[in-house]
């Protein structure tokens, strides 16, 4: 008897990911779930150097600002609740120091200039097409800051308007980077404060635009789709009912590594596996001679691992 519906998944025949790939994501809190996956892998990536951004146009802003290397300046931050902000950044980078904020920001605009420049690979997850627009400036922000909601007046971006800022991060990019492969994707999480039908409108306005764009170094990964398909069970939700929970992120990641990971890589991350797994192992006695034992083949696992991939840390 079967149980479950299974989208077709075809591994990608060029641009695999291994050690040597280099690893970018953008996007809803969905790659960070991903990002999560590739840090505990050792893989060497950088997820999300503003904070989580959830709209196409807050990552567009951010991929052409640090290709333009355009630093942060004091009319771009704002003091509100007793901090500073800046409505181009997540949340976790505000401060209570102006000149802190400013100096964050710009080391994470060359941080993300320099990883565009050598990334092999840009992951870009999208959550939402709705977006908060400063009426006073017109400016789409990507993070109201808890600004009172009268500031803003709250678009939903058309499927053109969507498509026109993917194609404008994808030019940006290949601008600078023309071996880059893209893999864009769209966040299974349901933005129901926007309502259920509203949802359902933004995120199919994100994947008709998506589609728009792909080619041969542009595809899409189907994570929305294997959340709702797939997983069409609330047993893969967290206590919200909204957001994946760990066996749902597992499932969706193990999905992710039969289409783009190399087969040669999955070997070394069954063995970054299991150095972490022991890392994270509390004995019951440290000073044991048993414990002693386990500690020197970890050594010797750790030391074998890092004689093949030489960058690699524990």
Known sequence: M?????????????????????????GSCFSENIGNKFEYFKFQSISNPFGILFHPKAIENLVLRAIQQKEYVE??????????????????????????????????????NQQILESTHIIITLGTSWVYKLVESDKIVANC???????FSKILLSIEEIKQSLQS????????NKNASIVFTVSPVRHIKDGFVENTLSKSHLISAIHQVTNSQVSYFPSFEIMLDELRDYRFYKRDMLH???????????????????????????????????????????????????????????????????????
């Open 169 to 176: 991060i994808i030019e940006a990019i290949q601008s600078v």
């Open 75 to 112: 009319s771009d931050v704002f003091f509100h609740n007793e901090q500073w902000h800046c409505f181009d950044a997540h949340s976790q980078h505000s401060n209570v120091s102006k000149e802190k904020i400013l100096s964050d920001l710009n080391t994470q605009i060359q941080l993300t």
């Open 145 to 151: 800051h808890k600004v009172p909601q009268k500031e």
């Open 244 to 314: 994946p929970n760990e066996t749902a992120v597992e499932y969706i990641w193990q999905k992710f590594q039969h289409v783009w990971i190399a087969s040669d890589a999955l070997k070394a991350m069954g063995d970054v596996d299991v150095v972490q797994k022991g890392l994270k192992h509390k004995p019951f006695n440290e000073n044991s001679e048993a414990h002693q034992k386990f500690l020197q083949q970890l050594e010797k696992k750790k030391l074998k691992i890092q004689s093949t991939i030489k960058y690699l840390k524990f």
């Open 2 to 26: 079967k149980l479950q519906t299974h989208i077709k998944l075809k591994k990608q025949e060029h641009s695999l990911i291994d050690y040597n790939a280099k690893l970018l994501l953008f």
